[in-house]
């Protein structure tokens, strides 16, 4: 019976905080208790700073309590190397904040882990960045007393997924931590949005680590403190829209403009007017039954774009965690 079937599931899909925000917030028109948030720009770029403080906020928006910066920047679709310099330094000195809220010292060894399949392009984000980061812990480790200042040891590694390694990604990262003892671990993701225009054109960087589900649907276990006993920031970029997404947007918008134009929604879209969200989204899932799964939509220029992007939060994480990397400046330091 349809008055039976379980629509949770098919509810819109955002691993961005910042959405989850103005999800929750829409409904009662207000700010939500609980969950501080922040908004400044600088030509182009926007930088939306979000605490959420309690479980009231939390169970608002369904992200775990912690911080969030979202860095919104429309215009790194261009290509623009000056902009993407510019946001590499933004990300470098906001990413240099969470180290001080963490209290991580400037000696603090640090591992980065580039999550994702390096083999779809979408998810290959975390093992790009990991070849563009600045590796520098085998230096400490052979010839430590060669070391310039102004240098931490940092490691990376790109675990791979399941289904190339048969291991759990959580699994191999866990044991690298055991047997290398990072003071902080760094997790790089690729994530979905609800809108198509924040798509490799925005960065979420959050203290809450990685959580079950994160990601563009994987199920991989989480990358966390109370797991791993070493703090973790998580760093992603939303790569992919989820179809049933695109076309509940495109139904609202449809929405909207009629009801500028004549004000008779009603009577243009009937029934379909009338649903809830995720009722519209169930129909999506009739359209889409025989995959038996939601599709990923993600730009045909996704080439460039993760190229792009890769580097610009490898750049900020070298400025960040070298002190010998000029932050003002770290369009040197990019590979």
Known sequence: ?????????????????????????????????????????????????????????SQAIGKMQGHYVTIEVPGLRNGDTGLQDRVATHFAKHFEAFLERLSIPKSARVLIVGLGNWNVTPDALGPLVVENVMVTRHFFELMPDQVADGYRPVSAVAPGVLGITGIESSEIVHGIVEKTKPDLLIAIDALAS????????????????????SGIGNKRKGLT?????????????????YASTIVNNTLEMMR???EQQNGNTNQILGLVNQMAENERLQ?????LSPLGHDLLVTPKEIDEFIEDIANVIASGLNASLHEAVDTDNVAAYTH
């Open 283 to 287: 129909l999506v899932k009739e359209v």
């Open 256 to 258: 909207s403009h009629i």
């Open 194 to 213: 609800k809108a198509v225009e924040r798509v490799n054109t925005t960065i979420q960087i959050a203290d809450t680590g990685i959580h079950p589900g």
């Open 1 to 57: 019976m349809e008055n039976d079937l379980d629509l949770q599931k098919y509810n819109v899909r955002t691993d961005l905080a910042l959405e989850a925000k103005e999800m929750a917030e829409a409904p009662q028109g207000g700010p939500i208790p609980g969950i501080l948030s922040e908004i400044t720009e600088d030509n182009g770029i926007t930088i939306t700073q979000l605490q959420v403080q309690n479980e009231q906020g």
């Open 225 to 241: 403190q109370d797991i791993l006993g070493v703090p973790v920031i998580a760093i992603g970029v939303p790569t992919v829209v």
